[in-house]
């Protein structure tokens, strides 16, 4: 199966999320790859009914599942637990604690399935795995740039090397916003569309200025002028000026670019000597939160503007 997945053993190392889990057994099998952030409980499988079971998807048995395996008659758990680890299951995950029969467990390990415990109930735990697996599952990417938190609005600063994105955001951070990335740019898609950008570890806090070097925010500025991650609203792109090339002078026109599958403003801004950036880039941000509140200053402009050319002045009538 194609796409973003994770190992079993992953799920094991968890100190983040607080998922508490232990191997009771199948150790062979905890490099098993989840790829969906779905899980389910393998009631209806156990009672042989398996035609709707996913075995891509992490199985959670809790009280109702080992009770029933410990109240059926033992042929028949048997031969249900024996049917259901034919299929090519990730993982099941034991809750509250509870002790499965052992032929479960061999059963399992047989078949090569991890058995895992955890001390949470059925509900919370399923709370627990279905955030961890939609952040670790989710679709990333690396882009080269500079994101800042500009009055709450994320703007993700493109341009090609040297156009001067790292110069505008030290501007900006000058006037009171934040940093969130330098250089490159750790992106991740949240659902059902947003854009999630943050530093890379080694570089955290860091920016590049030509002529000075590696300099660091966070100690310069102070904690009030960094932030971790910062959810992408406006892409930016940074351009030369072009004498022959027509800009937009109105902003009638909504270019938008796609990142991951989600679509951003995409706004193209000419630099070229005399032009303050950072109070265009702000003006952008402050824009961006006026056309999220409804109003959007060039089609007023040019409601306006067509409201009075249709205004005709009255003349004498001749019949």
Same mark, same amino acid.
């Given at each position: 199966?194609?796409?973003?997945?994770?190992?079993?053993?992953?799920?094991?190392?968890?100190?983040?999320?607080?998922?508490?889990?232990? *191997? @009771? #057994? =199948? /150790?062979? $099998?905890? &490099?098993?790859?989840?790829?969906?952030?779905?899980?389910?409980?393998? %009631?209806?499988? !156990?009672?042989?009914?398996?035609?709707?079971?996913?075995?891509?998807?992490?199985?959670?048995?809790?009280?109702?599942?080992?009770?029933?395996?410990?109240?059926?008659?033992?042929?028949?758990?048997?031969?249900?637990?024996?049917?259901?680890?034919?299929?090519?299951?990730?993982?099941?995950?034991?809750?509250?604690?509870?002790?499965?029969?052992?032929?479960?467990?061999?059963?399992?390990?047989?078949?090569?399935?991890?058995?895992?415990?955890?001390?949470?109930?059925?509900?919370?735990?399923?709370?627990?795995?279905?955030?961890?697996?939609?952040?670790?599952?989710?679709?990333?990417?690396?882009?080269?740039?500079?994101?800042?938190?500009?009055?709450?609005?994320?703007? *993700? @600063? #493109? =341009? /090609?090397? $040297?156009? &001067?994105?790292?110069?505008?955001?030290?501007?900006?951070?000058?006037? %009171?916003?934040? !940093?969130?990335?330098?250089?490159?740019?750790?992106?991740?898609?949240?659902?059902?569309?947003?854009?999630?950008?943050?530093?890379?570890?080694?570089?955290?806090?860091?920016?590049?200025?030509?002529?000075?070097?590696?300099?660091?925010?966070?100690?310069?500025?102070?904690?009030?002028?960094?932030?971790?991650?910062?959810?992408?609203?406006?892409?930016?792109?940074?351009?030369?000026?072009?004498?022959?090339?027509?800009?937009?002078?109105?902003?009638?026109?909504?270019?938008?670019?796609?990142?991951?599958?989600?679509?951003?403003?995409?706004?193209?801004?000419?630099?070229?000597?005399?032009?303050?950036?950072?109070?265009?880039?702000?003006?952008?941000?402050?824009?961006? *939160? @006026?056309? =999220?509140?409804?109003?959007?200053?060039?089609?007023?402009?040019?409601?306006?503007?067509?409201?009075?050319?249709?205004?005709?002045?009255?003349?004498?009538?001749?019949?």
């Amino acid at each position: 199966m194609d796409g973003i997945s994770l190992s079993i053993q992953q799920l094991l190392d968890d100190t983040e999320y607080g998922l508490g889990l232990t *191997l @009771l #057994t =199948g /150790k062979r $099998g905890l &490099g098993n790859q989840v790829f969906s952030s779905r899980i389910q409980k393998p %009631g209806l499988a !156990l009672a042989g009914y398996t035609e709707h079971l996913h075995p891509d998807r992490i199985q959670v048995l809790g009280n109702t599942e080992i009770s029933y395996l410990n109240q059926i008659d033992d042929r028949l758990a048997i031969d249900s637990v024996r049917m259901l680890c034919t299929f090519p299951i990730s993982c099941f995950i034991i809750t509250k604690q509870l002790v499965p029969p052992q032929f479960f467990l061999d059963a399992a390990e047989t078949a090569g399935i991890p058995v895992l415990n955890t001390h949470h109930q059925s509900s919370t735990f399923i709370s627990l795995i279905t955030k961890f697996l939609e952040e670790r599952l989710l679709p990333t990417t690396h882009l080269h740039g500079v994101l800042v938190d500009v009055m709450g609005v994320g703007i *993700l @600063l #493109t =341009g /090609k090397s $040297g156009i &001067g994105k790292s110069e505008c955001a030290l501007d900006l951070v000058i006037r %009171g916003h934040r !940093l969130v990335a330098d250089d490159m740019i750790y992106i991740k898609k949240k659902m059902p569309a947003a854009l999630v950008g943050q530093s890379i570890e080694s570089i955290q806090h860091l920016m590049e200025i030509r002529g000075l070097g590696i300099i660091n925010i966070k100690d310069l500025y102070g904690v009030s002028s960094i932030r971790e991650k910062k959810i992408i609203d406006i892409l930016l792109e940074l351009v030369e000026w072009d004498p022959s090339h027509e800009y937009d002078r109105i902003g009638l026109d909504d270019h938008r670019s796609v990142i991951l599958g989600v679509e951003l403003p995409h706004i193209i801004i000419p630099v070229r000597p005399g032009r303050n950036m950072g109070s265009i880039i702000e003006v952008a941000a402050r824009n961006f *939160l @006026l056309k =999220g509140m409804g109003y959007h200053s060039a089609r007023d402009f040019q409601e306006r503007l067509l409201s009075r050319m249709e205004v005709r002045p009255l003349g004498n009538e001749v019949e």
